[in-house]
């Protein structure tokens, strides 16, 4: 069957538009040969420098006929009604039939298209694909034309089984040419098929498959590190990036000035990325930075690429000094005296300054450190750690290089000669920033991590600004994450609603949110009337919290709204929680079935008692048990829902009661307590094992035994059974929310 071809060939186009471009070009057009009736057998799209190209095999050379129905408006509908089906149609009244239906007589219009030549179609598709093509910015290149395009837009290149297929585009006549590299080569190429013109490209120095950019790339650099005894430190970022620049990647080795090595990597790696698009390499010996680095030419010289590395090492000197500069003059002062400029730094309008966050977030680390579940931490370092955990904001390298704020922290920290556990709480206490990233382990920066992301989540759920389906500006799902991985890695045991009532208190210093009087005593007011009264009087209260950790926090009662907020975290946390562990291949429904208990928000013993509870589901006794409780559940639900009230209390077996009967009984008396017991010790295997023995007294009770009995006594007796089965699973998960 024929092929289609079509190449957009332009001046350069962004690095980060690349991929996404070349996916719009074809989702744009497989939906518009799809609504057309086309089907083929293959596809490929690339995204390129220069060029977006697409590759369609398998397409019929005719499209075929097409008989459509249309329902209309009912005959006796309003005028207005049907001009509008007749202009959608395209027919007049005369040619519509009308149909009798359940609601009434209706117009129908039966339209039949004869199927056209593919590139006729074609010709009509491409330049409404491009007429719609959602680039994220976009330019007008002639005066007066409305078409808009990434950048000026130089020829169109569409073939269809060897031959052009006409149209026009922004004054641009489609035809069979393209050219090569910018430089490289010269003159239009001309091709018929996607294998001429891949192939033809190649010879004109154009990789045209970003990812075999991407492998060329990567292999040079290693080949050219080892020759040097180095080896390259990963960045698929910038892999990605690169591979967008060069249409035919040449690597080339520079060397970095000896002046510039004592400033951290950290800054020399960022400056050299960010700034320059270089890779760093290092020696595999010792792991550190070497004085080389990789960057990627999109050109062949005669001098081997001496002239360019030479050029481009003079451009990164004086980057290097640019980052030297703000090296030197951020130590000249201490990270505690730019606390206080972090006054300046608005967080969030109604969460306050980065200062009075800081503030926050040090008593909050310091009241979890006096916690139980974090082992022994000592308080003073904790808090000292957070006091100037985000000075390194006010510093000149952080605000040239936002994405090194705590490293720099750390680097800072040393200077001023702090703890080594300090400055490494201060570099770590953002992790960990995605999934791949590692979780603090050191015991101070553990806690302070987990406080900075409990702050975020517990303020921003206080204002109200919660993460939509679409939108997270706050990133509180990556935060929620963080809190889920550090306790689970960690194995802290804590349960939520504990420790979230302290950052919620906090939070609510600050935003002054109240519904009603917060403090008792002789010292009454309205927080609407008297805002700073409530905020001094919260603010002691927090003092207290502060000093004596839970011990104040779970004496008191907790207010409406205090608690509204902690229960939007708590559920925002489960459904993270559930991302999390479905990644790991645990089951979703599970993780409901034991949240719904309502007690269980111990995020350790949660996941261990859904780990075992997926492991007995998969056996058979578990999938019958299962089959065995839906089955009563179903009953007691049906009979519950006519007497109008539950049944909960003890069944009373007869001595004549049918063995299975007894049989049920007996096992649920030996098990209940067992396994409320088990539960409680976390014991959960040994729960699990003794639900499996429940399975075949289950099985031969429904089997032998008639629930609505006759008799109202014995029917009622056999209902307070299965009520005290259903509550006796429920020990260990609400196995209604179980799926199977």
Known sequence: MPDFLLELFSEEIPARMQAQAAKELERLTV?????????????KAFGGPRRLTLAISGLPAEQKDVREELKGPRT?????????????????????????????????AVIERKGRATPLVLAEIIPEVMAKFPWP??????????????????????????????????????????????????????????????????????????????????????????????EPIEDIGLLAEVSGLAEWPVVLIGTIQDEFMDVPAEILQTSMR???????????????????????????????????????????????????????????????????????????TSLGTQHQRVERIRDLAGALARAKGFGSIDVELVRCAATISKADLTTGV??????????????????????????????????????????????????????DKLDALVSF???????????????????????????????????????????????????????QKLIKGSDEFDVYKEPHKASAALMELARQATLLGEKVQNKRPLETHELAIINGVVSFLADRLKVALKEKGVRHDLIDAVFSLGHEDDLVRLVARVEALQAFLKTDDGTNLLAGYKRAANILKAEEKKEKEPFGTLPWISETAPTEERNLANALENAEGKIRTFVSEEKFTEAMMLMASLRSPVDTFFDKVKVNDDDPKVRKNRLELLSRLRSTLHAVADFSKIEG
């Not at 004054?171 to 040419?177: D, L, T, V, W």
Request: net charge positive; aromatic share 8%.
């Open 137 to 230: 910015k976009s330019m007008r290149w002639k005066a007066g034309a409305p078409v808009r395009w990434v950048r000026p837009l130089h020829s169109i290149l569409c073939t269809f089984d060897g031959e052009v297929v006409p149209f026009e585009f922004a004054g641009i006549k489609s035809g069979n040419s393209t050219r090569g590299h910018r430089f490289l080569s010269s003159g239009p190429i001309e091709v018929r098929r996607f294998e001429d013109y891949e192939a033809a490209l190649k010879k004109a120095h154009v990789v045209l498959d970003a990812a075999e950019r991407a492998e060329i790339i990567s292999h040079e650099i290693k080949q050219k590190a080892f020759a040097l005894g180095l």
């Open 274 to 348: 960010t700034h320059q698009k270089y890779f760093s390499l290092r020696d595999p010996k010792t792991g550190k930075m070497a004085s080389r680095f990789a960057l990627v030419a999109n050109m062949v010289t005669k001098d081997g690429g001496k002239e360019i590395v030479a050029g481009n090492e003079r451009v990164l000197r004086a980057r290097l000094s640019d980052a030297k500069f703000f090296w030197d003059e951020d130590r000249k002062k201490t990270l505690d005296s730019r606390v206080e400029k972090l006054k300046d730094i608005v967080f969030h």
């Open 31 to 43: 939906g518009m040969l799809t609504d057309r009736g086309f089907l083929f057998e293959g596809i």
């Open 76 to 108: 006796d509908a309003p005028q207005a009604a049907l001009d509008g089906f007749l202009k959608k149609t395209g027919l007049t009244k005369d040619q519509l039939k009308v149909e009798t239906t359940p609601k009434g007589e209706v117009y129908m």
């Open 398 to 451: 952080v605000g040239e290089f936002p994405e090194l704020q705590g490293v720099m922290g750390y680097y800072y920290a040393l200077n001023d000669h702090r703890e080594p556990i300090v400055a490494e709480a201060i570099r770590d206490h953002y992790k960990p920033l995605g999934p791949s990233d590692v979780v603090p382990r050191a015991p101070t920066s553990l806690l302070l991590a987990l406080a």
């Open 461 to 515: 759920f206080a204002i109200d600004e919660r993460p939509t389906g679409s939108s997270d500006p706050f990133a509180l799902r990556r935060a929620a994450l963080g809190v889920i991985r550090i306790i689970l890695e960690s194995g802290i045991r804590v349960e939520l609603q504990s420790i979230l009532r302290i950052p919620t208190l906090f939070a609510l210093v600050h935003v002054n949110v109240a519904q």
